[in-house]
């Protein structure tokens, strides 16, 4: 097991477990020197010697502003990395099967599905985007991490996934998730009327 697994659940014993994909991905990282303790927290960044910061899996993410820890709400998220410099989160989500999806939880407030499982989320990462922000989806990347940075974690998932990565991933849109926000934060409406609706089909391309 992971190190950061053991940091997440240490953090949140209510938790039922990591996707094995996850904790596959941080153990591979964290064998390569990727894993460090900060002032924050464990974080593992995946993009070494990268010029840009790029988002970073970390143990110590909090859902304040979001959720109370006593809340029902509160026990379905489980935030495992920071998607941009601003604050905005990347969190594990148990839908109403306890299926683990992959949430953006954006500063402003805003939350969409961004990947159906632990996997997907793998192949997010390892497209290049500086800042896995909802605005920065639905095209390639414009400033994307060097190939070099890349490569430690994308070589992996194209191994373990037998998969070519895609040059790009899929604009998010309101899905159920952010109806499922928008009810546990008492909001009427959405937190953004110029948000088309979106499935929640993740397409990911498949190895030739």
Not at 97 to 112: H, M, P, T, Y
Request: cysteine-free.
């Amino acid at each position: 097991m992971s190190t950061m697994t053991n940091q997440l659940l240490a953090l949140r014993p209510d938790w039922p477990g990591i996707p094995i994909e996850l904790d596959r991905a941080w153990s591979h990282l964290e064998e390569l020197g990727l894993g460090t303790m900060s002032t924050t927290g464990y974080i593992i960044d995946p993009y070494p010697d990268s010029d840009a910061a790029g988002p970073y899996f970390s143990a110590n993410l909090s859902l304040e502003g979001w959720f109370h820890e006593d809340s029902v709400a509160y026990t379905r998220v489980l935030p495992i990395a920071e998607a941009a410099g601003e604050g905005s989160l990347i969190a594990l989500w148990l839908d109403d099967e306890k299926n683990a999806r992959v949430i953006l939880l954006e500063s402003e407030g805003s939350g969409f599905l961004i990947a159906n499982d632990a996997s997907e989320l793998l192949v997010l990462f390892s497209i290049g985007y500086a800042e896995l922000l909802s605005h920065n989806l639905g095209s390639s990347p414009i400033e994307p991490i060097s190939p070099e940075a890349l490569e430690p974690l994308r070589s992996w998932v194209e191994s373990e996934f037998a998969m070519t990565i895609p040059d790009s991933w899929p604009a998010p849109g309101r899905d159920e998730f952010s109806a499922w926000l928008d009810r546990e934060l008492g909001r009427e409406e959405p937190i953004s009327e110029d948000v088309p609706d979106s499935s929640t089909e993740m397409p990911i391309n498949e190895a030739p």
